[in-house]
């Protein structure tokens, strides 16, 4: 089953922050988010464990609660090359494989 | 860099036809997959593989199978191809933390 992003979508002006959140109905072993601009393939942004941890770079960064299965990703300041699509990825312990979120797609404006 | 190659961009096939995508990774990776990306649906996982020869199916494996004689090469095969199967169609392949993914091969069957 895969987990369910929310927003579906987003309009941003630059300089603006947003939250994206993700949320799977499993036990969780770990959250991967991934990033893909039109007619590119999907760019790995960060991974997050069990445990409840908290990664970040640049003004990208990541949450995971355990407890509740949920994911956000924070995006501070946005710029323009933030633009694009955000899919989360989730694994269940012992699976080897991510099942995908629907995508948040993330437009940044001047 | 890790490289993950798919044998064609773009291809258009008739109903009826038998297509095989081709994906090279170049790594040594022993995961690897097939998604398809489809607008408001995210990427669904229709086949992937642990090893050479081993095979285990996705969400969404009907109409599709795949082959994988060498470690580096992992092919999907649409038997009988339909217009439904038309999509964006994304090869990856995992470490335990991340995982990289083709261009793509955007396929139209007519």
């Known amino acids: 089953q895969q987990p369910v992003q929310s927003p579906q979508a987003v309009i941003l002006r630059e300089g603006e922050d947003a939250v994206i959140n993700c949320s799977s109905s499993k036990a969780l072993y770990s959250v991967h988010w991934y990033r893909q601009k039109h007619g590119e393939a999907p760019v790995f942004l960060m991974i997050?464990?069990?445990?409840?941890e908290q990664k970040g770079h640049d003004k990208i960064s990541a949450s995971f609660n355990e407890k509740k299965q949920q994911s956000s990703l924070y995006l501070t300041a946005s710029q323009l090359s933030y633009s694009g699509t955000y899919f989360c990825?989730?694994?269940?312990?012992?699976?080897?494989?991510?099942?995908f979120g629907q995508g948040t797609r993330l437009t940044i404006n001047p | 860099d890790v490289k993950v190659t798919q044998s064609s961009r773009y291809l258009v096939k008739r109903t009826g036809e038998k297509v095989f995508l081709e994906c090279v990774q170049d790594m040594d990776h022993e995961n690897m997959f097939w998604y398809r990306q489809d607008p408001g649906l995210g990427l669904r996982l229709i086949y992937f593989s642990y090893d050479v020869k081993m095979k285990e199916k996705g969400d969404i494996p009907e109409g599709y199978s795949v082959s994988r004689e060498k470690k580096e090469r992992f092919s999907l095969i649409l038997e009988s191809a339909s217009t439904n199967q038309t999509s964006m169609y994304l090869c990856?392949?995992?470490?335990?933390?991340?995982?990289?993914f083709g261009p793509g091969t955007r396929l139209t069957v007519l």
């Open positions: 997050l464990l069990k445990g409840g």
């Open positions: 990825g989730t694994e269940e312990l012992g699976a080897q494989k991510l099942v």
């Open positions: 990856a392949s995992k470490t335990p933390n991340e995982q990289f």
